[in-house]
């Protein structure tokens, strides 16, 4: 199974500032990336898949790149409800892995 | 609109079993991939099983293999996941979702509570 590992795993990060999210595979494939939000009691929302595709009403400040086994969420400007975990996942090979969040958190 | 409601869940011995349901609304629930998906307290997700569009085709999780069936009831628009041998590491909230063909899904229910206790 493909392992997934998030960094850092906690982000403290200023209201309005840059946050740069990664995830790393321990295999190599091409975009079958996606990225969720999860707030506390919530179920995870879907960000983006294909690696940078953002799903439907996913606001601009977030975008995905990267492919083989370094991928990268970038949220350009953070908003007060943007604080949450945010999981990697694969979806190239079954079965399906995340990766283990990462929290960011107010500075 | 696009709805997906679990509900089944509760308190169960280890070696039990337990049926959760998954009702879906605003779509036929038989024409997209239908995955399960938990939580376990605190910790990360873990893909439990996929039913794929048309139903025939079934995936599992191979810490589930051979413990959890999911089927589903095509007039009441609803899936279930039938968990047997129940451990206290199947402990967690357990959440449906919609997927379209290959994709990770977009649409997630509220999730349900199963845990695992003596």
């Known amino acids: 199974e493909i392992v997934m590992t998030q960094s850092p795993a906690t982000l403290s990060v200023s209201p309005g500032e840059r946050a740069t999210l990664s995830c790393r595979a321990s295999?190599?494939?091409?975009?079958?990336l996606a990225w969720y939000q999860q707030k506390p009691g919530q179920a995870p929302r879907l960000l983006v898949y294909?690696?940078?595709t953002r799903a439907s009403g996913i606001p601009a400040r977030f975008s995905g790149s990267g492919s083989g086994t370094e991928f990268t969420l970038t949220i350009s400007s953070l908003q007060s409800e943007d604080f949450a975990v945010y999981f990697c996942?694969?979806?190239?090979?079954?079965?399906?892995?995340f990766g283990q969040g990462t929290m960011v958190e107010i500075k | 609109q696009i709805q997906l409601v679990e509900s089944g869940g509760g308190v169960v011995q280890p070696g039990g079993s337990l049926r959760l349901s998954c009702a879906a609304s605003?779509?036929?629930?038989?024409?997209?991939?239908i995955h399960w998906v938990r939580q376990a307290p605190g910790k990360g997700l873990e893909w439990v099983a996929v039913?794929?569009?048309?139903?025939?085709?079934?995936d599992y999780a191979d810490s589930v293999k051979g413990r959890f069936i999911v089927s589903g009831d095509n007039p009441k628009n609803t899936l279930y996941l039938q968990m047997n041998s129940l451990r206290a590491d199947d402990s967690g909230v357990y959440y449906c979702?919609?997927?379209?063909?290959?994709?990770?899904?977009?649409?997630w229910g509220r999730g349900i509570q199963v845990t695992v206790s003596s």
């Open positions: 979702a919609r997927g379209w063909q290959r994709l990770p899904p977009g649409y």
């Open positions: 605003g779509f036929t629930f038989s024409s997209y991939p």
């Open positions: 039913v794929w569009s048309g139903g025939t085709d079934k």
């Open positions: 295999q190599s494939f091409t975009n079958n």
């Open positions: 294909g690696a940078s």
């Open positions: 996942q694969q979806y190239n090979n079954w079965p399906w892995t």
